[in-house]
C-alpha cells in the first residue's frame, strides 16, 4: 500500500466533512484512510459514519491533543507514506494524489515530498525548491497537510513529541534532516488547501520554536534562535532587497529613530499608568 491518509478531528463537524469528501473521492485508490476524532460532541462521529464504507479505521475518544491524535494515526497505518490532513484541510481536486504519484515516480527518491501550501485566505507559501536544507528549515517550515513522508521515519526515529502541542511536526522534520540526514524533496504538484483559521499566539509559537531548537540541536541553539529572529527580521529584509547602498543606510537610521521613539512613549505612558495606579490606591 503507497499511502496512509490520517485525519485528526475535534469538534469541527463542518471541516471534517469537508475533508473526508476531497479523500473519498480521490481517483487515486491505492490508500488506506484513518480517522482519529478526540471525543467529539458535535456530530462528527455521524459524519465518519456517513463515511465508513470508505474508512479503514476510525476512532473517537479523548485524546490529549493533535499531535497524540497523529500518533495514534501512525500506530494504525501501514502505508509507505503518511499524509496528516487534518479536518478543515482538504485536497486540491480529485486528480491531487494520482499527479503526486505520478510525480514522485519521475523523480530521485526521497524520504519526505513536500509542495507549497495554499492557504484557505487565498495565499501561496511558497517553500524552497528542489532540496530545502537546514537551514530552510530552522527559518521555513513546511506543512504536514502538503508533505508525505515515509512511514518508516515514524517506526525507527520516533513519533511526534507531544509535550510540544503546536510546533512538534517541525521538531520533527529538524530532527530528521539534521540528525538523521533525511532526504527531502520539493514537488510541483500542490497537495491541500491549508486551514490557517486555527493558528496558535505567536508568543506561543515562538517559545515552542525555541524549544524544539534546543531538544534538536543542544548547544548550538542559542546562535540559531539569534540567527533566527534575525532572517525573520525587517533588518534582513531591506538589506537582502537593497544590500549596501546609502538607500539602505538611510532607511535603517529612519527605522532606529522610529523605534527609539516609539521606546520612549511607550515607557512614558507605562510609568504614568504606574504612578496613577499606586496614586489611586494611597
Known amino acids: ?56 479505521f476510525w476512532v473517537s475518544e479523548p485524546d490529549s491533543g493533535i499531535y497524540n491524535g497523529m500518533n495514534k494515526g501512525i500506530k494504525q497505518a501501514h502505508g509507505d507514506f503518511c499524509l496528516f490532513l487534518n479536518s478543515g484541510d482538504w485536497l486540491i481536486e480529485a486528480e491531487t494524489l494520482r499527479n503526486v504519484f505520478d510525480e514522485i515516480a519521475g523523480l530521485d527518491e526521497a524520504d519526505v515530498y513536500y509542495s507549497d501550501c495554499i492557504t484557505t485566505d487565498g495565499s501561496c507559501l511558497k517553500k524552497p525548491d528542489e532540496c530545502i536544507s537546514t537551514a530552510d528549515l530552522i527559518v521555513v517550515n513546511i506543512n504536514h497537510q502538503n508533505s508525505i513522508t515515509r512511514r518508516f521515519l515514524f517506526l525507527e526515529h520516533g513519533l511526534y513529541n507531544e509535550s510540544l502541542t503546536i510546533t512538534a511536526d517541525w521538531e520533527f522534520w529538524l530532527k530528521e534532516k539534521w540528525q538523521y540526514d533525511s532526504k527531502f524533496r520539493h514537488i510541483k504538484t500542490n497537495i491541500s488547501i491549508y486551514d490557517n483559521s486555527g493558528i496558535s499566539s505567536r508568543i506561543d509559537y515562538s517559545n515552542q520554536s525555541n524549544i524544539a531548537l534546543y531538544n534538536v540541536f543542544s548547544d548550538l541553539a542559542e546562535p540559531l534562535i539569534e540567527w533566527r529572529n534575525y532572517r525573520k527580521s525587517i533588518y534582513y529584509t531591506i538589506i537582502t532587497e537593497l544590500g549596501n547602498t546609502k538607500l539602505l543606510k538611510f532607511i535603517l537610521r529612519v527605522y532606529r529613530f522610529i523605534l527609539r521613539r516609539a521606546y520612549k512613549v511607550f515607557y512614558s505612558v507605562f510609568e504614568r499608568k504606574g504612578q496613577s495606579r499606586v496614586a489611586s490606591k494611597n
Open 1 to 56: 500500500m503507497k499511502l496512509s491518509i490520517i485525519t485528526v478531528n475535534k469538534n469541527n463537524a463542518a471541516g471534517l466533512e469537508k475533508t473526508m469528501q476531497s479523500v473519498v473521492t480521490q481517483t487515486f485508490i491505492d490508500f488506506e484512510y484513518i480517522v482519529i476524532d478526540g471525543g467529539s460532541d458535535d456530530g462528527s462521529t455521524e459524519i465518519i459514519k456517513k463515511y465508513a464504507d470508505k474508512v479503514t
